[in-house]
């Protein structure tokens, strides 16, 4: 349990705050690739800054403040250049770092001061990896963006998947090393919602939580498990600092500001042996929907929907001073001091855990991944869709509640296997 302010520490995340600070050292995914096919521009909100971001005419994208450094116009209206955005309003240019290269009036006007000084805004470093917009709002030195093993893998079919949620980022990273949750929200709770009024699922009987150098992994044993279960043996990954990693897919809560989460997907789906070889030519972008918009109810029926209305149900942000923890909360126990320790280590000049600096280090970094053999090597269609369990993953889009038709489409053709379209909402 935290008190008023050490729960303050762990959840503001606003410029100069201890988490704030600590976030900053970390690479944050911030949209996806394709959604630059038809914009320029995207409007973001991170860490609690208004910030803009762009591609140019030459295809590089930059990230800078959403106000103009002259009059504070919204560069959100920008127009891409060969090099950098311009103001729409009376045409200042800035360059990916922020800094002003054109004054069009100005630079007439004043043509006899030409080592005059431009003035500069809030420029950040963007990457581009995995069909993922990246950006680092830190300090110098800049670390390593990291190349996760699943970024290497071939003959998948890759979708993103960005929402907004109205709560703070730490109790949606908490649910990254809850496992008890999905006995009681993915299961029983489904089955209600489903209106099936049968028994409950498989008790679980033990958890573990273990810290490693790029999260933690929990671990469990339920009634039905098998002394090799691969979620005892490997476990999932709370991946550090904001993200979850089931094997198949990341799930990053990238902190908007105090009481708003952008939860950013990244899935993979291994293509049957037949479709082989499969590679895909664009790695495509959606938007997933909360609420009904005919009712303005939560959306309950996929996976990540009823984590988000858990989530948003705790608060904007969560009172953890109200809270009753169980053993079964010992890896929120484990992740919160770990947080702790990390912004102290940030105050001392320290680079907090799991930062890479080793460019060999980074050349494939490996995480435990239950099922590893069958993501790389494939299966057979016949032995995907004899499996009651498996197939459900190629038949449907579990996760999250919205995929565009296209989406759909483009997926069935990679598989080779026909698709059910979700619900219609309103229902």
């Known amino acids: 349990m935290l008190n008023h302010d050490r729960n303050d520490r762990l959840t503001r995340v606003g410029p100069g705050t201890p988490m704030g600070n600590l976030m900053r050292r ?15 521009t995207k409007p973001l909100r991170l860490l609690g800054e ?6 140019d005419l030459s295809g590089n994208f930059g990230l800078i403040d959403r106000h103009c450094a ?14 950098g955005l311009r103001c729409n309003y009376h045409g200042w240019l800035y360059d990916a770092g922020g800094q002003c290269i054109e004054q069009p009036y100005d630079d007439l006007a004043m043509a006899d001061q030409p080592g005059r000084r431009r003035p500069r805004m809030k420029g950040y ?4 990896k995995a069909g993922l917009v990246w950006a680092y709002l830190g300090p110098e030195p800049v670390p390593l963006l990291p190349h996760w093993e699943p970024f290497t893998w071939g003959n998948g079919f890759v979708q993103i998947v960005l929402s907004e949620v109205p709560c703070n980022w730490l109790q949606c990273q908490e649910n990254s ?33 273990d810290e490693f150098e790029h999260g933690f992994v929990y671990r469990r044993i339920l009634q039905n498990s098998l002394p090799d279960d691969p979620l005892w043996t490997f476990g999932r990954v709370c991946l550090w600092p904001n993200a979850l990693f089931t094997g198949d897919h990341f799930e990053w809560r990238v902190p908007i500001d105090d009481e708003n989460t952008l939860s950013v ?10 479709a082989e070889p499969y590679v895909q030519d664009r790695i495509p972008t959606w938007e997933g929907p909360l609420r009904d918009p005919r009712t303005g109810d939560w959306i309950t029926t996929h996976v990540m929907n009823q984590d988000f209305v858990a989530w948003i149900g705790q608060g904007r942000i969560a009172d953890r001073a109200q809270e009753n923890l169980s053993q079964s909360d010992r890896g929120i126990a484990m992740i919160r001091r770990r947080f702790l320790a990390d912004i102290e280590a940030v105050e001392r000049g320290e680079d907090p ?7 060999a280090a980074n050349a494939c970094v490996t995480l435990p991944i239950v099922a590893r053999e069958m993501l790389i090597d494939g299966l057979p269609k016949a032995t995907i869709l004899a499996d009651p369990l498996l ?15 296209a989406v759909r489409d483009a997926f069935a053709a990679a598989v080779g296997i026909e698709m059910v379209a979700d619900e219609p909402l309103g229902i």
């Open 26 to 40: 970390y690479w944050l995914p911030v949209a996806g690739v394709s959604e630059f096919e038809t914009r320029a």
């Open 391 to 405: 197939s459900r993953f190629y038949t449907r889009y579990l996760f999250q509640f919205g995929q565009p038709p």
């Open 177 to 209: 090393i809850d496992p008890v949750h999905f006995e009681w929200t993915h299961l029983n709770w489904s089955s209600r919602l489903r209106g099936e009024q049968g028994g409950y699922s498989p008790r679980h009987l033990k958890v573990e939580f």
């Open 125 to 128: 470093p963007v990457e581009l």
């Open 70 to 83: 002259h009059r504070r116009a919204d560069m959100a209206f920008g127009i891409p250049e060969a090099c």
């Open 265 to 274: 997907t990244w899935h993979f789906t291994r293509v049957p042996r037949e």
């Open 353 to 359: 855990k799991g930062i890479l600096r080793d460019p």
């Open 50 to 55: 208004d910030l803009v971001l762009y591609k």
